[in-house]
Structure formats: C-alpha cells, structure tokens
C-alpha cells in the first residue's frame, strides 16, 4: 500500500514532479518488493512563507547570513 | 476527537466539498457512536501534476493508454 | 484517488475500524461520484496522552471538570 | 527532529505566519529541550470551504446560527 | 527541504526500512537536484485493521476472493 | 481551527508531552490570536528505525561518526 506524501517548496516544474515521482515509486517498489501499482504519491507544495527551520524561513535565513557576514 | 484529512484532486465544487463532509461526518458519528460536533474534517486539493499511482499522473496514465490502444 | 487519513483515540475495536472504514467509503463514493476501489482509508490511532484540545488531554480535562464542581 | 504540521484557514498574513513559527519553535525547543535547529514547520493553510466541525464550514454555521438566533 | 511522509503496512524489518530510506533519499537528491542532507523521511506503520482500499481491509479482501472462487 | 500534528521520535515521558502541548497551545494562541480552546495537538511518536535524515536513522549516523572520528 505504500502511500508516501512529500513536502516540497513550491517552484519545481511539472517535468521535475514527474520525475522525482517515478525515481521515488521505482525506488519503493525495489526496496520493498511490491508492485508499482501499489505505491501511491502525494505532492504537496508550500509557499517559503509556510516552511520554518529553527523558527525562520528562507528569506529570514537569508537575512541572517546577510548580517552576520 | 476523530480529525480526518481528506486528500482528493481539485475540481470539486464547494457544493460538493458540502456533500461529502456532511456525509462522512454523518457515517463517522453514526459508525464510532460520537457526537457529530467532535469530527473534524480538513480538504487538502491536489493538482494533477501531484497524484501518482505506479510513477504517473492522470495525464501520463491516459497517454500510455492511448499508444496502447 | 480520494485518500482519506483517520486520526481516533485508540481503543475502537477492529469491528468498529471496518465499520466506519466502509461507511466512509460508501459516503466519499456516493458524494463525490466515484468508484469504492479508488477509495483509500488510513486510520492512525493515538493515545490520550497524544491529543489536547486546548493544551490539555482527555485526563486533564476531566480532573479540570472534577475541580470545578 | 520534531517535525510539525500546521493547519490552519488561509488569511493570516506573512507576519503572523513568522510569529508563530517563531513562537512553537521556542515552545517545542523549551518544553522539548531540543535544539532549535532541529525543529521544523510546516503551515498548510485551507480554505474555508475545506474545513468542516460537525459537517458544516464556517459560512454553514454562521448562517445556521443567524437562523436561530 | 523535501520531508516525505511514508505511509506502509507493519511487518517489514528494520533492513527493509533502512533500504527503503536510503533509496527514496538518493531518488529525490538526484531527481530535484537538492543535497541529501535536506531529505527527511518519516515512517509510519499501519496495523491491517488500519488500512481500507474500497471499504475493505486486507483479510476482508481475502475472504472477499476466497468466496468468489 | 489551527490543527497541529506534531512528530517526534519516541521515549519522550507523558510530562514532557502535556508540557510540549500546553506551551504550544499558549504561543499559537496568542500569535494567531484566536482562542485556546480552537487549537487541537496530535502527537506521533516514532520509532528511531522510522525518522531518516540524509537516509540515515540515528544509530546509523552515530556508526558513520564513530568511524570518521
């Protein structure tokens, strides 16, 4: 049944969609032996206003280099 | 408590988005014998170019179809 | 594809599981007018320390009820 | 690693969004006694029309209410 | 920053799960050309009373299949 | 609404996961501004064998440590 849900910031096109979800299907299939047909992908893209490490975001990460260099 | 994430390709009208909510509040409530006002119901839509079953989407699936036929 | 993921506080038994696993089914199919077989039901379950609803758990809420009566 | 999703309805601005980032962040940190860099987060925000308390969205309750009232 | 979510069946080993990871991590490092080092996965594990294609879990399947023939 | 999962690895105790929820719970509140009773947490805990970064789980990068120290 694998049903696998990425998290991606938004900005990839379709042709990089298409092939991150067949290398990821073949890789879940391979690794654990069932069918491709069994794996299901979910894409879901986030805006760099709706990702957050250590409380900041990309921009705000980017701030911060800025400064301190 | 029960909170469920409902997944589904865009292109359903808010009519619809009604429809099923209020249906599957009704079965949850009815099925788990809890009170309808503590189902939670979140819709995330999802474009074409984000749903894969066996490494394709919807348009790549209809096109391996079509060279098949 | 409707993928639909549960979350429930544990203690549903299996019969309860399939019982509100067929009739969401039957309600997603029936309100969005698609086929059962694209149905796809994931159910998590979590213990009560695993859920708050405004910052307390089900045992917190119900020593809180006890104190205030 | 602790890794959070948000849900929330769209209408919050990017500086609420940072707010609170930054707010869980030092939370989760503190409470957790993890690194801050460890921590992740992850907003998806929903339409009104896709989020549903007892079957109905927020415009479904507001008129309901206006009706009884 | 892709975090992929992998929704699978209980029962595979701890090899399996560290194969699995190794290989969706180098297909979506390769695919979306971004450093390993960003792609986190997260596992989950389904119980069979925990996982519905039609309404239906695994062993209903079966029973489903051994009935019509 | 804000519905917020949270995923952390396990052996965290119940006092530190009332604590986690209680400050979440405070600092999404009054960032968003919206009542406390509106927040819901869901807690996963998962497995070590089950959270991979760079498709390493934590025993794994501590073996790739010790071997480059």
């Keep these: ?10 900005g990839r096109t379709d042709e990089q969609k298409r092939r991150v979800a067949a290398a990821v299907t073949k890789a879940v ?16 893209e986030h805006r760099e206003e ?5 409380g900041l975001n990309k921009a705000q990460r980017a701030e911060l280099r ?3 260099s």
């Design 1 to 10: 049944m694998p049903i696998i849900e990425m998290h991606m910031l938004e």
């Design 50 to 54: 709706e990702f957050y490490v250590a």
């Design 66 to 68: 800025e400064r301190q």
């Design 29 to 44: 299939s391979e690794a654990l032996d069932c069918g491709a047909e069994t794996v299901r992908i979910l894409i879901t």
